[in-house]
């Protein structure tokens, strides 16, 4: 019995120590191995019409996006009947994380929807696909040019983009009206910082020294607070972090002003004091609870959950927000700084090909750019940009989204349109290592900085020398904007 | 030979000794795999700029760049401080709950230890989005609505570096004591009752059999949960990385969070391996020491 239970013991050790040693198997072993559909991203020797298995990794797009997944799998097959395509959902918060392991094990899906502004990062590892030379003209044909100019790197492309999406700002409509502000002028012609600084004074309301209600939140706790000063530096001249001549930008007089001003609508008490601390999530229910006129950032789709959450309010639903009011979004231009001329924040996200340790061959590559193509046009791009409330821009997306009514405020629509016209443009030839070192010096020095200053810890000047020094030994003296 | 071969293969089947060794395989394949593999790894790529598709020798170019790093430094002091802010006080703060539920009954000892070692089942990240709670900049949070009852104004915890750290460090402060309670509850029970009824016939104070009974007598605990407790500390991530960001101004970075965004945000593993390198060797040399300073008389 003794020694039954000695070799009972010895087996279950040698399962937990084999069990443990089987996800370490070398995926690019399946590689020598015929393809068969289950046979992830392979990248092996197939002809045009032999199987093929085409691997997405997707996040919930929009509300109704992975709920479609069996529905696109199935279009796709019956599209192409030797192809599969096989979609891993994950979270948004999973999305990166998931993604940068993949890619860093060499291994990573052959499409996955991600920020236009990843397609550095990845670069950087080597490890997209460019599929220039494989994307039909129909294709390219197909979608807008300034979307697609996003999806580019250098002369080379890699992935089609799923829409294009204005950084903005949304305002109560009525409480804008309240504090006499001509929102449908403001849609048109956009404003300056200093018109802008004025009605947001009018949007606070203060009682007994207590503030109830402020003119403008924005989102600044942690990383959002590059979203904040990145949207505001577009309209002071800066739509990108380097000039046309590939100088560092942010060291110019602009950025102090920017800055100056930021300080500024804190100390008016336009903004909350405690602002370094407002993440997305509290800002909005600042916004559905009344307790902010403006907040920003505004995406199109923030008019449907406002909506929605009206809906809730009207049915006496208990999901509504707890405190909320009903409210009537109103897509606001950012204001221009400086007498600059306004530049809308745009943000492209689409489906990026990457390419596993070995190189693919013509036939997969062809396969998968098929299968970002099927994803980022067409009825897919129609009923997913639907949902979010995003223009779309592609031919083939306008066409299929004809038949798919939305209720849309008209205003918006049309401040969106014209705030999309101005947007701007991709910047293709900042190369890698140059936009690693943008990215880096923007995560280490100017996040951290503009904590530090909007917690009133800092001033606008002492920051501004702050990110120059940085940027000075990060580009060199000739490599910044004087 | 046939004859010589057998007993020696029945010794090995039979021996104690093989089944062991047959045991003990399980987990050196299980630690081979898992820790030295990966530090062996680490070692190599800290000498590499690592890519997926081949990286490239670069000599001791990270250790190089690490060492010039302001934020690496900033980073160091700023974990020291949280080391020292959060393990002595940690410590008194377990040693003080476990004296208090000592004389406790039973059933009342293993509820209370039951809610202290709460905390440490919980997820980690649930526990933030509470503390988030609490840490409520606006004066509706649950510290500023204490404050504001005393007539101070609200405060922005973690969005100021005045009090991002101690928000984090009052967080250590009042969670995570579990374990250590535990530990010294059971060295407190593994001291011999003779010495208190000795001291009570010599009329010892509660304060004296605390000094000279108790507190001599936890020194193998004491030493043993500051190591490990230092450890821990140094390796702090999740807090700084879940409540602040290392936010403001980097005034809560950590090692540990700058080793992630080194890793994972910008994929300079090379140079994060050489940190996590320079991070082991810092926290080997200190353990070295208050074994040194602190074991010299621990009796195990």
């Known amino acids: 019995m003794k ?13 937990l120590a084999l069990s443990s040693l089987a996800a370490c198997g070398d995926s690019t072993k399946k590689e020598a191995n015929p393809p068969t559909p289950s046979d992830t991203g392979s990248k092996t020797n197939v002809s045009a019409d032999a199987k093929d298995t085409i691997t997405a990794l997707l996040p919930p797009v929009s509300s109704e996006y992975q709920n479609n997944f069996p529905q696109m799998e199935k279009d796709f097959n019956a599209l192409y009947p030797n192809l599969t395509l096989k979609i891993e959902p994950a979270s948004w918060e999973d999305m990166t994380q998931k993604l940068d392991t993949q890619v860093n094990a060499g291994s990573p899906p052959d499409i996955a929807f991600i920020g236009s502004d990843g397609i550095s990062k990845y670069m950087q590892q080597d490890m997209l696909m460019d599929i ?41 409509r009525e409480f804008l009206e309240k504090a006499g502000i001509d929102w449908k002028k403001v849609q048109k012609e956009g404003w300056t910082f200093d018109e802008f600084r004025e009605a947001i004074k009018k949007g606070v309301v203060s009682e007994g020294g207590k503030t109830s209600r402020y003119g403008f939140v924005f989102a600044t706790a942690g990383v959002t607070s590059k979203d904040y000063l990145g949207i505001l530096i577009k309209n002071a001249g800066m739509p990108s972090p380097f000039t046309s001549d590939l100088k560092y930008a942010y060291t110019s007089k602009n950025f102090l002003e920017v800055l100056k001003d930021i300080r500024a609508m804190i100390d008016d008490g336009s903004m909350p004091k405690e602002l370094s601390s407002i993440d997305a999530g509290k800002r909005w229910n600042m916004f559905l609870t009344g307790q902010t006129m403006i907040t920003g950032k505004g995406l199109a789709t923030f008019e449907n959950s406002a909506n929605k959450n009206n809906a809730k309010i009207e049915a006496n639903d208990g999901s509504a927000v707890k405190g909320s009011i009903k409210v009537q979004y109103t897509v606001l231009p950012v204001p221009t700084f400086a007498g600059e001329k306004m530049q809308a924040s745009a943000a492209v996200d689409g489906y990026v090909t990457f390419r596993g340790k070995k190189e693919p061959t013509a036939e997969h590559k062809a396969n998968v750019v098929k299968a970002a193509y099927f994803l980022a046009s067409g009825k897919v791009a129609a009923s997913t940009n639907n949902d979010l409330f995003v223009a779309h821009i592609t031919a083939s997306g306008k066409k299929a989204a004809e038949s798919m009514p939305v209720t849309r405020d008209e205003f918006n629509k049309a401040a969106v349109e014209t705030m999309l016209a101005q947007a701007a443009p991709a910047r293709p030839d900042i190369p890698t290592d140059l ?35 940085a940027a000075i030994q990060t580009f060199g003296e000739d490599g910044v904007v004087k | 030979m046939t004859q010589l071969a057998k007993p020696i293969k029945r010794r090995r089947i039979k021996g104690d000794g093989a089944w062991g060794y047959a045991f003990i395989a399980v987990a050196l394949v299980i ?71 000592l004389p406790l009954r039973k059933k009342l000892q293993t509820t209370f230890k039951a809610v202290y070692y709460l905390p440490a089942v919980a997820s980690g990240v649930a526990l933030s989005v509470v503390w988030l709670w609490i840490y409520d900049p606006l004066p509706s949070g649950i510290f500023n609505q204490l404050l504001n009852f005393f007539g101070i104004s609200n405060q922005n915890w973690l969005g100021s570096s005045a009090t991002a750290m101690f928000s984090l460090v009052l967080m250590a402060w009042l969670s995570s004591h579990g374990t250590s309670i535990i530990i010294y509850l059971a060295a407190l029970l593994g001291i011999d009752d003779s010495y208190y009824e000795a001291a009570e016939l010599d009329g010892a104070s509660f304060m004296k059999k605390l000094w000279y009974i108790v507190i001599p007598c936890l020194k193998p605990t004491t030493l043993f949960l500051l190591v490990t407790g230092v450890i821990g500390s140094f390796q702090v991530f999740q807090n700084a990385y879940l409540m602040t960001g290392g936010g403001p101004d980097n005034a809560t970075t950590m090692v540990g969070l700058l080793i992630f965004n080194n890793a994972f945000k910008y994929f300079e593993f090379g140079k994060a391996a050489a940190q996590s390198l320079i991070l082991a060797a810092i926290i080997a040399g200190i353990a070295l020491a208050q074994f040194k300073f602190l074991g010299n008389d621990v009796e195990y």
Do not use: C
Not at chain 1, 3 to 15: G, Q
Not at chain 2, 65 to 90: E, H, I, R
């Open chain 1, 3 to 15: 020694r039954k239970m000695r070799v009972l013991a010895s087996i279950f050790a040698l399962t």
């Open chain 1, 132 to 172: 220039t030379d494989t994307a039909t003209k129909e294709m390219v044909e197909d979608y807008d040019k300034v979307p697609l100019e996003y999806m580019k790197n250098g002369t080379g492309l890699y992935g089609f983009p799923a829409y294009m999406e204005i950084h903005a700002l949304g305002g109560n």
């Open chain 1, 435 to 469: 936009g690693a070192k943008a990215i880096k010096l923007e995560d280490e020095v100017i996040v951290p900085k503009l904590q530090a200053l909007i917690s009133g810890e800092m001033t606008p000047d002492a920051m501004y020398e702050a990110v120059k020094t």
């Open chain 2, 31 to 101: 630690f081979a795999m898992f820790t030295a593999y990966p530090v062996v790894s680490a070692f190599i790529i800290s000498f590499q700029k690592y890519k997926p598709l081949g990286s490239t020798f670069v000599g001791f170019d990270n250790y190089i760049v690490t060492f010039k790093d302001a934020l690496f430094w900033k980073s160091v002091v700023n974990t020291v401080v949280y080391t020292l802010l959060t393990v002595p006080v940690g410590l008194f703060i377990s040693f003080a709950v476990a004296i208090m539920i």
